[in-house]
């Protein structure tokens, strides 16, 4: 061959790779993963949904992206820091020792010594007489809905209530309750209380419990304020109904209330707590209350598959989280205000001032979801919680310093999508 032949020949050959490589791309690509060829200066998979969300904003229809527009795209830093929920911690050496080591039985039995400590503890602490340990808030809150109610009745919660926003639709499936809401914003008083109480009659639903919740997450973390939870429960015995409070958050309330968890208990007939939120174990929450309604809560757990057996190793990192886990969650309250102070900084923002570990705020002019998108390509992951309103949530795993890097990112991203006059604009 000459050495034009071979010049053409070589040619042939590299357009030849060259097409193999970018089907091989496409291909990769559509299967989610990451093109071959170029995977060590790729950027990871949040600029691709950045580009896909520009993309899609532009009216394209199909999933393509160049390697030239991803690469102009910031590269999320990592790794990144994580804000969406308090449940997002890991947890530590010390608390995996912890639960490594605990000695365990068959709680169904009743003879897991970690759960049995576990549950003696928390009763305590809450100054109940009995606690049950279960595997979620959920099933603790729907446990409280199965005790105090009957098929038919209506619940009256705060606005935002958990438990009923965020349950998938349990309290109407098992329990078959329906809710009414009193107030605005998650709060509400004893007046309000009486309003949304239906009148007895045949033809009403029988109104037979108030939900109270306390931190507030919906509303940003608000502290349910101890005088306004008394007078709101007073009214409710003055009617008729039973008081639960969903308390998943309550050691926060506590702590920055400056009261102890037994005296915000204290009104209600049963208490749910969770440890897998700022307390930072993997997995559990407690229900607590009277000795015989703990009996049925029992009853009730099994029924809906909430028995666990060696539930020792599970119930040793809540031990864990509650004695060595809780003093620090002053710590998260700081770095909170912080980042509520950054955000308020930025135009269009408006901040729910944090009182505990959630920052709540609402952008005047933009979707909540392309900032949510801006942020992470910055590194950092938070949650839209309506159309124009997001939340960060600071907990164990994230340092002042982390908190403090991601209300800049966070900045950056709402400059990009906001814009500095308070436009919406697309990304840069
Ligand atoms: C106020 C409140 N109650 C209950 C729950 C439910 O807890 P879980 O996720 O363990 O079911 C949550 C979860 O975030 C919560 O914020």
């Given at each position: 061959m000459g050495g034009l032949g071979r010049a053409f020949h070589a040619r042939c050959e590299t357009q030849f790779h060259e097409r193999g490589r970018r089907t091989d791309d496409r291909a990769q690509t559509r299967l989610g993963r990451r093109p071959r060829a170029a995977e060590a200066d790729w950027p990871s998979g949040a600029v691709f949904l950045e580009i896909a969300a520009r993309r899609k904003a532009a009216g394209a229809t199909r999933r393509t992206y160049s390697s030239l527009e991803a690469t102009r795209l910031p590269m999320p830093p990592e790794p990144a820091i994580d804000l969406r929920s308090d449940t997002v911690t890991r947890p530590s050496p010390a608390m995996r020792e912890a639960m490594a080591n605990a000695a365990v039985g068959d709680d169904v039995y009743g003879e897991d010594p970690s759960v049995l400590e576990l549950e003696r503890r928390t009763a305590e602490i809450l100054g109940k007489e009995s606690a049950l340990f279960v595997p979620s808030g959920t099933m603790s809150n729907q446990i409280a809905l199965l005790l105090h109610t009957r098929p038919g009745d209506e619940v009256v919660i705060g606005e935002g209530a958990h438990i009923a926003y965020y349950e998938s639709g349990a309290g109407a499936a098992w329990a078959g309750v329906q809710f009414a809401i009193a107030g605005k914003g998650g709060l509400f008083d004893a007046e309000e209380l009486a309003a949304a109480a239906k009148p007895k009659a045949d033809y009403h639903p029988r109104t037979s419990l108030v939900c109270l919740e306390n931190t507030h997450n919906r509303a940003g973390g608000r502290i349910f304020p101890e005088q306004l939870a008394m007078a709101v429960v007073a009214e409710a015995r003055t009617l008729g109904l039973a008081a639960h409070l969903d308390g998943a958050r309550l050691w926060h309330a506590a702590l920055a209330a400056n009261q102890s968890e037994a005296r915000l208990a204290a009104p209600f007939d049963t208490v749910s707590v969770c440890?897998?939120?700022?307390?930072?174990?993997p997995v559990g929450s407690a229900l607590v209350g009277s000795r015989d309604a703990l009996r049925l809560a029992r009853r009730y757990r099994k029924m809906l598959g909430g028995g666990m057996r060696q539930a020792g190793i599970l119930a040793a990192g809540a031990l864990y989280a509650l004695e060595h886990q809780r003093a620090r969650l002053g710590d998260d309250h700081r770095s909170a205000r912080e980042l509520g102070r950054a955000l308020g900084g930025h135009h269009g923002v408006r901040v729910v001032e944090p009182q505990t570990n959630i920052v709540s705020f609402t952008l005047e002019s933009a979707a909540a979801s392309r900032v949510v998108e801006a942020a992470r390509a910055r590194g950092v992951l938070i949650n839209a919680t309506g159309p124009s309103t997001l939340r960060a949530v600071t907990h164990l795993d994230v340092s002042s310093e982390q908190v403090r890097r991601a209300a800049e990112r966070l900045g950056e991203a709402i400059a990009a999508v906001v814009g500095t006059s308070g436009s919406t604009e697309d990304l840069p």
């Open positions: 440890f897998s939120k700022g307390l930072g174990a």
